[in-house]
């Protein structure tokens, strides 16, 4: 079934055209998306994985270990 | 507008699930590294499987390849995962009795892989020749991580979703559907199975999934746990995180569409190919944005890299991650291409990612991982430095050599002389020129394993040192449901991190695009797979013997695919027409000429030759690498399989008359196998018809000779021993 399905698809000689479309809106989205994203909020977004207490208690663990 | 919220929440991260997939990430990468060893000491002296059967290189390859990416990658993806997303998210995982499903299910796959292919069980696609039941055991485990994945993502007490939990999202979403698209097959028994795909449809599907294992497997998650541990280690956030949104979307979107430049020059149509290459490409882009991301967070603390071994791992990975990327899409470059396919080139390229980046990230992470969950500190530092030059020294006298190999294989192949012939007609010579580069790669592999043993000690002595911690306590708010963000202030940012599912769904949009427009045509348009009328089925003995060549990995060192070059057509014959592999179920093209290739093989030497060639292949061709295969002259063929294999090949297409199977087969195969004793006979050879090499020798005298006007004799002088 699914392939008498794909074997009649219309317009097929469209792909190109389509996938070249699709691909510049989705890039010109996407780069005016993050152009567009304000420091203060990225700052606070890449601090994330740091937002938390474990990374104190290891700190310098090297000096300590077996040497 | 934002509402406070002072209901604080304690909550226990899950460290026990965390350490099962550390262990099992030591233990299987000593494992599959163990499996390469070999292989690799196979390669150049083929006596080292001592004649069994069950570790010949065509089967100890696949072990290799799935032990490495499945079991040592997959046991490090998940450790770094289970780790990290609890963290990221504030919760911890959804369900522990999925989490354990994931981790008993996954390991119980690798036992099976660990099982069954040395037994011969395999579908011979690349990097997934797990047979239909394991392939099946594999979605389960899969939609049960990925169930966990989401819920903990949807009920985190994080407001944001930080770019490492996109990774892994897309990592989940993405090995679902490649798995799926590229396992359909029909079985033909318990663990025998015949692809649903032909030919060119196989190729281009297999090497869609291929290479996106590749991208979503080895690389997305890997990401998302360098965009995690990297900043904890360093402690600093990571440079750019506008660069990492952009890394992330234009990653995924970009990597789906270059899986053609796999097929370069082979019978898939043109528009294809071109497509893979210019995607191939635009990679660099995306992936040199994330390498330099990644080390450019370390700008101003080169000072902790060089105290902290963790720290030295890591941007080894990173660079190796950026060398790798650079060199993925050079090599997709037709003419460049044209030199480095089927060469020892494209082995050295992947293990620059296997090795450094998957590798060093790996021990990265577990030199990370190991202090915080038994809370104490590493047992030696000095131990993980050495650690660090062993693996970095091994992993040069690994890829330098090979890379000298490739190179030399590619210029021998195409060398001519100033009479016009080729300058080394014999593919040997080709072979024997690189045997010393192919031991001094098993010295770096025994370099790179020799650390992974320094580690696993130190990582048991800081185990036995410390005092695990099951569970490690933390507290966060809870979310709640009245928070809105005020419009044109990353309004669409919000929206769209908060709705996981829908974030969730637009990346497989973009992840589908690529293959949607790759594949849909190639089943739509007819004048992509010329048929040839002359082309016909195999008969059930061919059948069977071709199965055997899939059995024994035959495929893992000789392909079937001429290409359109002179140095080529020269040397193997007539170029491979894509109409030629219409009954090609699987596609059997290869990727590595370690051994010439086999596509015109048919006609080319008489039986005897083969069967001489087959028990000791020095006996006709002095300094082969090729092991001995003795039990197809002892073992007989399987013959009460014919009626479900020809049953299933009919489903997928294959023109057998409806019945064959129950008589005509038989017969026809009977007939067969006499046919090819008494040709035997002239080469003073005497054979049981009804062993196995029997059926393997009708099937190489059968490949590529379809397209021939007439049949052609056999031309090469008769060996006996």
Known sequence: ?67 | MTTTNTNIETFKYDNRIVRAFAIMTVVWGIVGMLAGMLAAVELFYPGANLNLQYITFGRLRPLHTNAVIFAFVGNGMFMGIYYSLQRLCKARMWSDKLSWFNFYGWNAIIVAAAITLPLGLTTSKEYAELEWPIDIAIAIVWVAFTINLMATIIKRRERHMYVAIWFYIATALTVAVLHIVNSMEVPAGWFKSYSMYAGVQDALVQWWYGHNAVAFFLTTPYLGMMYYFLPKAANRPVFSYRLSIIHFWALIFVYIWAGPHHLLYTALPDWAQSLGMVFSLMLIAPSWGGMLNGLLTLRGAWDKVRQDPMLKFMVVAVTAYGMATLEGPTLAIKSINSISHYTSWTIAHVHTGALGWNGFLTFSVLYYLFPRLYKTNLWSTKLANYHFWIALLGMMFYIVPIYVAGVTEGLMWKQFNKDGFLQYPNFLETVVQIIPMYKLRAIGGTLYISGMFLMAYNLYKTAKAGVFEPDTEAQAAPLTRDYTEKPGKHFWHHWLESKPIIFTGLAIIAVLIGGAVEIIPMFLIKENVPTISSVKPYTPLELMGRDIYIREGCVGCHSQMIRPFRSETERYGEYSKAGEFVYDHPFLWGSKRTGPDLHRIGGKYPDAWHYNHLENPRSTSPGSIMPNYPWLLSQDLDTNALPARISALRKVGVPYPVGFENGDAQKDMQAQQAKVVTDLKVGMVTADPNKEIIALIAYLQRLGTDIKAAPVAPAAPLTTK
């Open chain 1, 1 to 67: 079934m699914i392939k008498y399905i794909v074997e009649n698809i219309g317009g097929v000689g469209l792909f190109g055209v389509i996938s070249i479309l699709l691909f510049f809106v989705f890039f010109t989205g996407m780069l005016l998306w993050a152009a567009f994203l304000k420091k203060p909020f990225l700052h606070s977004m890449g601090e994330l994985p740091l937002d938390d207490c474990e990374c104190k208690q290891t700190k310098d663990q090297s000096s300590h270990n077996h040497e």
